[in-house]
């Protein structure tokens, strides 16, 4: 008679990790490609197909469209030509430019920043792409060939090798983050929203920056290291309480939160085969967040309603949750700030003490850290005891 609670344990392998399941149980699996994926699922394919996931490199010359500044305008910035560009990065706040050098691709040294509408000089163009940026904006990126299934965050960046999937289509023989544990859920995020380096560095003498040999349902600490909390001088990639201060930091953020300790992943809140709204949220930001946040919420907070708590109207850019608990300081270009992902509301009077940016004057630009500390004194339900660092 079979073992159920065996079987139980079998069943629970199978939807964490199907690539290792498939390869132990004689099934060889390998990556298709996105297109594949189209036959059995146009719908939600059609969706990612317009994300900037699905069109976050492009070759301009298939696509001369979109590059988004004017190359016939003389800048002193600019210093190469569109005949130079192999390879188009980005375009939502800022876009880079690639040239191809042997089977190695290399920054072109200007970017364009698409918000101030300006050429900025970019000094690191001496690292290929590969070592730093290829194993994100690809699938299956190998480093010795410098070859790829494709291009851009297709599915089987989240969903692991197909293959076996396509042969025969089951949930034991492909991953679903939605179906694994919290953490490995969102370590198939995390493997490209993070700063830090390879666990296996060196590889073959190189050094890099994305988390080779990953595969979703595996456990990404086996292979990325973020960047050191403690480092000191320019090393160190976050402020003095912790919260990221670079770009593309989200995940060195998510994972100090309370959120992620509560097993809150990153598509509670997001959907990457895309929706209408900004960072393809399920919702706008300001119905997502009272979803499990409403004055009615055990998860406070505890008023009779949103104003009183974030003291600004409802629907102004302060009446929004991310506008105290996400404010936007770290930098991604110039003055060019995103969102921090650690959830908490970050005080002036803490801000004061640890010479970082606080929550209150990233939005009032023209206000000082002690006028929003002498404002938030004048809140009665802060604790006064609370109030300095």
Excluded at 158 to 181: K, T, Y
Excluded at 185 to 214: H, M
Excluded at 236 to 254: A, E, I, K, L, V
Aim: glycine share 6%.
């Amino acid at each position: 008679m079979t073992n159920p609670n065996r079987l139980s344990f079998l069943f629970a392998i199978s939807l964490m990790l199907p690539a290792q399941l498939a390869s132990q149980t004689g099934t060889p699996t390998s990556f298709v490609g996105s297109a594949v994926c189209k036959t059995c699922h146009p719908a939600i394919w059609a969706r990612w197909s317009k994300t900037r996931m699905a069109n976050v490199l492009n070759d301009p010359k298939v696509k001369p469209e979109v590059i988004l500044p004017d190359f016939s305008r003389p800048d002193p910035v600019l210093t190469f030509g569109i005949a130079d560009i192999a390879f188009v990065y980005g375009g939502k706040l800022k876009q880079r430019y690639f040239r191809k050098s042997g089977d190695d691709y290399f920054p072109l040294p200007a970017t364009w920043d698409v918000t101030n509408q300006v050429w900025r000089p970019y000094a690191h163009i001496q690292q290929p792409t590969g070592q730093e940026c290829d194993g994100c904006h690809s699938v299956n990126y190998d480093i010795r060939t410098k070859t790829v299934t494709e291009w851009n965050v297709g599915c089987e960046k989240c969903h692991g090798p197909a293959s076996e999937h396509a042969r025969r289509p089951s949930r034991a023989n492909i991953v679903n983050p939605v179906r694994l544990d919290f953490v490995r859920a969102n370590d198939v995020c995390i493997q490209c929203l993070s700063t830090g380096d390879s666990a296996r560095n060196p590889i073959e003498g190189k050094n890099y920056a994305w988390p080779v040999g990953f595969r979703p349902g595996t456990v990404l600490k086996d292979f990325w290291k973020m960047d050191d909390r403690n480092a000191l001088g320019p090393d160190n990639s976050y402020y003095p309480d912790g919260t990221g201060h670079g770009n593309r930091m989200q995940g060195n953020d998510f994972v100090t939160s309370v959120m992620y300790t509560r097993g809150v992943t990153c598509f509670s809140c997001h959907d990457v085969h895309g929706t209408e709204n900004n960072a393809d949220l399920l919702k706008p930001v300001s119905v997502l967040c009272l979803e499990c946040h409403g004055p009615a919420s055990p998860n406070g907070p505890h008023v009779a309603d949103i104003a009183r708590h974030t003291h600004h109207q409802q629907g102004s850019a302060g009446g929004d949750c991310v506008g105290c608990h996400m404010p936007k300081i770290q930098q991604t270009i110039a003055d060019v700030t995103v969102h921090a992902h650690t959830f908490r509301f970050i005080s002036p009077a803490v801000a004061q003490a640890a010479k970082m940016p606080d929550s209150c004057t990233a939005c009032h630009k023209d206000k000082t850290s002690q006028w929003a500390a002498d404002a938030l004194r004048t809140w009665p339900e802060f604790s006064p005891w609370r109030m300095n660092p």
